[in-house]
Structures are given as structure tokens and as C-alpha cells.
């Protein structure tokens, strides 16, 4: 008894490939379809609330304050370099440029990262317009000093490169990569 019923459930239980293989071969056609609407849907509507974003950005350089030898090594000037950018990326240089009532409505993010082993550091703003994005970076650099003063006395952050409008780039949406992903 306790054998036939295992041998029903087996039985209940098996797949029958070639009738899953026939039914979707049947309906390929309106599989594609729904993948095709769904793929235009999602377009439209991350067209729609997907927007470009411009990023500016500025090659900074952290040099020694006096050519002192024992500044120029190695240590010290990684040193200099990971502190420079934890001011860069820290939370108190974002309120001091929303404490700033010329600068309180910018929306954009304020990133530094490091160029390697070297003591460059590349320093961009990203927001919804290129002269948000400008006035981001601007201010970033404006408030730095403020607060470099509190953790670093023997380094300098020396701009490599001009502040200028022709250093924006635009930072598509992607919205046919991520519709194509969906």
C-alpha cells in the first residue's frame, strides 16, 4: 500500500519535458512580445525620471609647505595625502558648504580619490547641472582650507589645473542599458 502510493506521487510528480518545451515553442511568440512591451515601458519611463548628471573636477597636488627633507618621504607625504582626502570626503566640508547661503540648494555629490600611489589627488563634483556641478566643486575647494587647519600644518593642497567651465563633462543616463537589463 504504502509502495503504491510512493509510485503515484513519482508518478504526479515527474515533468514531462517535451510537453514544456511544446507549450513554449506554442507561445514564443507572445513571450517575445510581452518582453518586447515590457522592454519599451521601462524605457519610457527611466527616460522620463532618469536625467544626465555633469561631473566637474580639479587635479590636486599635496606638496610640502617648506622643502624640509624629512617632509618628502614617503610615509609622511601618504600620510598628508589620507588625511587631505579625509577632510575631502568628510561630512563636516559638506556642512560647511550648506552653511554657505549661496550654496545651501546645490544637490550634488563632492568626491576625492586618490591617483594611485602619488600625492595627486582628483577632486569632482556630480549634480543635476553643469553649473551646480561647477558651484559644488568651487565651494568644496573655497571651504577646504577652513578646515585643513585643524589636522595639517606641513602640507599644502596646491590645484594643478584651473577652475574652468571646460572641465565639466556630461554623465549620460544609461536608461537603454538599464531597460535592456529589466
Known amino acids: 500500500m504504502e509502495q503504491n502510493q510512493r509510485d503515484i506521487r513519482k508518478d504526479y510528480l515527474a515533468q514531462d519535458y517535451q510537453y514544456l518545451f511544446r507549450c513554449l515553442k506554442r507561445n514564443l511568440f507572445v513571450i517575445v512580445m510581452c518582453a518586447c512591451i515590457t522592454l519599451i515601458g521601462v524605457y519610457v519611463a527611466l527616460d522620463y ?107 599644502l593642497l596646491q590645484r594643478l589645473s584651473g577652475l574652468s567651465a571646460d572641465s565639466i563633462i556630461t554623465l549620460p543616463a544609461r536608461t537603454e542599458y538599464y531597460a535592456f537589463m529589466a
Open 49 to 155: 525620471f532618469m536625467k544626465d548628471s555633469y561631473q566637474a573636477s580639479i587635479q590636486l597636488a599635496v606638496v610640502p609647505r617648506d622643502a624640509a627633507g624629512s617632509k618628502q618621504s614617503d610615509g609622511s607625504v601618504n600620510t598628508a595625502v589620507s588625511r587631505s582626502m579625509s577632510v575631502l570626503n568628510s561630512s563636516m566640508l559638506k556642512e560647511q558648504i550648506r552653511k554657505n547661503s549661496e550654496t545651501e540648494a546645490l544637490n550634488g555629490t563632492l568626491r576625492a580619490a586618490q591617483v594611485g600611489q602619488t600625492n595627486l589627488i582628483t577632486m569632482s563634483a556630480t549634480a543635476d547641472t553643469a553649473e551646480h556641478a561647477f558651484r559644488l566643486l568651487k565651494a568644496g575647494l573655497e571651504n577646504y582650507p577652513q578646515l585643513s587647519g585643524y589636522f595639517e600644518t606641513g602640507y
